[in-house]
């Protein structure tokens, strides 16, 4: 089956590329046959053709890349004539994004780059944020994902404020789909649920097939395959309603996918077949390659190892340009190959693999097997010319033995280093496990002995020095009943008894700050209440179960959220505060928003106490993911597994 990295990135990247290419899912679907007949047939005014072409530019992204880019071209060539710069960035930003689509990165960055000029002297911002959108997605394309991440939640905040709800939603997608590269699943399902609620509200089918092509991944992830193949063939029924072939393809492939995890070649077959169909239509050699791939596993899967590999050598004449799929498709030559006794065919399969998966390979070793390869077809061939000349049987004998030797040594040596590589990286793996366990437990250590010493020092000041104070009051209290001062001395008893009261309320909230009553009788979502309700413009989101977590995360979740927000209003000057804490049955996840000045984040400074914030959460094998930019606020998120706290 193809590896998960292959099927991941291949959709989404086709996904969130798709999102930001095309303007709305009506402008794809209109009939562009019309269009072109209206060009022929009537006298149109220059601008009037301009808005024809960069439809049809438009249009052609995910069908015909030819045509897209013919009539950029022509678009350009009109925009410069007429002097319209507005229309010439436009067609700039189509025409890098069909390079995008098409996989030409270079001439796509050379034509944004020159659509982001004229969109910057011409100062129009939602041209900009347009621009900006494209930029984002060529920059997810090239792996360039915390840039496109940042890029993505600019463009949204532009579009949040205009009120434009279709482009709200590409960026949107494509900040989950980034989000599912980094195998964050929560936060992907988060902002996929986002996407499909804008879609439906606005009647966006296109938008509502992606949304529902990413909700399949999430629990494709979780081997919820019935869920999975529902949400699936949702996206599936909404691209064919869309007239989007490409991407209907991409979700038939997925549903061919699932049949096969599931055993079901029969089913996969059928889905396989119909995808490989609508991405010829589609004219997208990635999408072609990719259904070659799912048809050359489900061969395979059925032992008609000549058809896998037909179909796996044709994928990679196809599109080769993706590392993982290239590795997948060499193993799978390999392993039908040996498996069809095809020896020669195999050792090539499995030099070209090597130079994909493993650069590290010592010079010995390959000029070791290539001196083999060598040596074999020098005595294969002596072996030819003396059949020919002797027409003896047992050259023929020799030849067929010298081939099975050589495989069984192809397949030991194979076998052998797999087997050394495995157990390298487990040792690897096995020694990083003991340091970062080491660590762990020094750090929580340290947070234990850090949360005893609070609680000492909070109950020895509430009930040692707190009852004292509370016992001298009650004597001041005496002694002026029983008027065994001067009137004229009132003034300044009444002012001692001022500042004792508002000594005693001190030290209750230093005590209650370091370690809070309501933490450890109540529980975190009653502690927080009590810490931000006493903070103006602080609000608290509490969703799902409630349950009392280890008292050791208790503390520490209490104790972040305390510093977050202290940070927030000591050094952001934020007007608003967002607190969210979601409760899972396996996981709990928090956020801290504010609307503040933020800052850059490769300057984060020590006494901000973030460093020591994300080290209390690795402590608990918690993950700290931090987005601010300078005047655009600040948004931390953490979160942690409950299983990996037992």
Do not use: W
């Not at 980034?178 to 296109?206: F, R, W």
């Not at 409760?583 to 800052?599: E, Y």
């Amino acid at each position: 089956m193809v590896k998960l990295v292959t099927f991941i990135r291949t959709f989404f990247l086709s996904a969130t590329v798709y999102g930001v290419c095309l303007q709305t899912a009506a402008a794809q679907a209109f009939n562009n046959d019309s269009l072109e007949m209206v060009l022929k047939t009537r006298e149109l005014t220059s601008y009037e053709q301009m808005t024809i072409y960069s439809n049809l530019c438009r249009n052609y992204i995910t069908t015909n890349f030819p045509k897209s880019k013919s009539y950029a071209y022509i678009g350009i060539a009109l925009a410069k004539k007429e002097a319209d710069r507005k229309m010439l960035a436009g067609f700039y930003r189509n025409l890098g994004a069909a390079f995008t689509f098409a996989g030409v990165y270079d001439s796509a960055s050379f034509f944004l780059d020159k659509a982001s000029v004229l969109a910057k002297e011409i100062n129009d911002q939602n041209l900009q944020a347009y621009v900006l959108l494209s930029v984002a997605a060529l920059n997810t394309r090239k792996n360039n994902y915390q840039l496109a991440l940042e890029q993505f939640f600019k463009v949204l905040s532009v579009f949040e404020k205009t009120g434009d709800k279709v482009n709200q939603r590409k960026a949107i997608g494509s900040i989950a789909a980034l989000y599912m590269y980094q195998e964050n699943y929560v936060l992907a399902e988060k902002y996929y649920l986002k996407a499909e609620k804008i879609s439906l509200s606005t009647g966006d089918i296109s938008g509502s097939g992606q949304a529902c092509q990413g909700l399949s991944r999430i629990y494709f992830e979780r081997k919820e395959m019935d869920k999975a193949l529902d949400y699936a063939t949702k996206s599936a029924t909404a691209f064919h309603s869309s007239g989007e072939k490409g991407f209907e393809s991409v979700a038939l492939k997925e549903i061919a996918n699932i049949y096969l995890s599931v055993n079901n070649p029969g089913k996969s077959g059928v889905y396989a077949d119909r995808s490989l169909e609508l991405a010829k239509l589609s004219q997208v050699p990635r999408y072609i390659s990719n259904c070659l791939i799912v048809l050359s596993d489900i061969a395979l899967y059925k032992k008609d190892y000549k058809q896998s590999i037909q179909y796996a050598l044709e994928a990679l004449r196809v599109d080769s340009t993706d590392a993982d799929t290239k590795t997948k498709m060499y193993e799978t030559l390999i392993k039908a190959s040996v498996l069809n006794n095809q020896s020669k065919e195999a050792v090539s399969f499995f030099q070209q693999y090597r130079k994909v998966i493993d650069s590290r390979i010592s010079e010995t070793y390959q000029k070791s097997l290539s001196e083999m390869e060598v040596r074999y077809e020098t005595e294969k061939k002596v072996f030819r010319i003396s059949a020919l000349e002797k027409e003896n049987q047992l050259s023929i004998v020799l030849i067929v033995g010298g081939v099975i030797v050589f495989l069984l040594l192809f397949l030991f040596l194979y076998v052998r280093e797999k087997n050394e590589k495995h157990k390298k990286e487990l040792a690897e793996r096995k020694v990083i496990q003991l340091e970062q366990e080491k660590k762990l437990i020094s750090t929580q250590a340290v947070l234990d002995g850090e949360t005893a010493e609070r609680t000492r020092l909070a109950r020895d000041l509430h009930d040692g020095l707190g009852s004292m104070l509370s016992v001298i009051k009650l004597h001041l209290y005496d002694i002026k009943k029983a008027e065994m001062l001067k009137k004229e001395a009132d003034t300044q008893f009444d002012k001692a008894l001022e500042m004792l009261e508002s000594s005693t309320k001190e030290l209750r909230r230093v005590a209650h700050n370091l370690m809070p009553e309501s933490l450890a009788g109540f529980g975190l979502k009653a502690s927080l209440q009590d810490f931000l309700g006493n903070i103006p413009h602080a609000h608290l989101h509490y969703f799902g179960e409630e349950a009392r977590l280890i008292p050791q995360l208790e503390i520490v979740i209490y104790r972040t959220v305390h510093e977050l927000v202290n940070n927030a209003l000591k050094h952001s000057g934020a007007e608003n505060i967002n607190v969210q804490v979601v409760q899972h049955p396996d996981s709990i996840s928090i956020t801290v928003q504010d609307d503040g000045n933020g800052f850059d984040i490769s300057e984060i400074k020590e006494g901000y106490g973030l460093k020591g914030i994300e080290s209390r959460v690795s402590a608990f094998k918690g993950t700290m993911n931090i987005f601010s930019k300078k005047g655009e606020g600040t948004e931390i998120s953490i979160e942690f597994k409950k299983d990996e706290l037992v």
